[in-house]
Structures are given as structure tokens and as C-alpha cells.
Nanobody, 115 residues
Framework: QVQFVESGGGLVQPGGSLRLSCAAS????????MRWYRQAPGKEREWVAE????????HYVDSVKGRFTISRDNAKTTVYLQMNSLKSEDTAVYYC????????WGQGTQVTVSS
């Protein structure tokens, strides 16, 4: 079945960096555009970054443009999110899924930005 395993989160000071990874399985990874999503406490889940099937086209929500970079390795069925210049408002649980998300979600990885 479809599975996502996110990792790489943690506690970081404002201005710091983290690199998230998401290992996907159970579907033909290279056929799907992928997204990173996040959910902050008390808020709805939102998408933050998107990448096409071959990694040539990316899109970002305005709040992370210029700071986050999404990439993918189809051979490893893994999608990445490099996060730089982190802000307290980036604190959330981060998930990956397809652009049209599967019903199944991973456990997410917690990112906490705090001094």
C-alpha cells in the first residue's frame, strides 16, 4: 500500500536550516508530481512546495519562496525539502504526498523553530 516516511525534522534556532526527506513506496513514484505539506498547531494542513515528475518545475507558497527548495530522486523514490532561513512561523509537522494526495499519509516530521 502507499506509504510515506518523513524524517529530518528537529529543533532549530531562527535563521537555521534543516533538510527533510520523505521516502515513498507503494506507487509508481516517477509518475506523480509531489508536494510537501505542513500543519501548524490549530491550523489546517497547507501545501508549501511542489515538484513535477522529473524535477524540472517547482512551485512554492509565497511564505517560503527563496528560503525552501524541493527536490526529488526518482531512483530512490524520495523527495527532499531544504529549508533555510527558518522562522518561528515555519514551526509545524511536515508531510509529503502527491500533488493530488493519496488517502494515506505518513506520520510527518516535527519542525520547531525557536530560540
Amino acid at each position: 500500500q502507499v506509504q510515506f516516511v518523513e524524517s529530518g525534522g528537529g529543533l532549530v534556532q531562527p535563521g537555521g536550516s534543516l533538510r527533510l526527506s520523505c521516502a515513498a513506496s507503494g506507487f509508481i513514484f516517477s509518475w506523480y508530481a509531489m508536494r510537501w505539506y505542513r500543519q501548524a498547531p490549530g491550523k489546517e494542513r497547507e501545501w508549501v512546495a511542489e515538484i513535477d515528475t522529473v524535477g524540472g518545475i517547482t512551485h512554492y507558497v509565497d511564505s517560503v519562496k527563496g528560503r525552501f527548495t524541493i527536490s526529488r530522486d526518482n531512483a530512490k523514490t524520495t523527495v527532499y525539502l531544504q529549508m533555510n532561513s527558518l522562522k518561528s512561523e515555519d514551526t509545524a509537522v511536515y508531510y509529503c504526498n502527491a500533488r493530488a494526495p493519496f488517502q494515506s499519509w505518513g506520520q510527518g516530521t516535527q519542525v520547531t523553530v525557536s530560540s
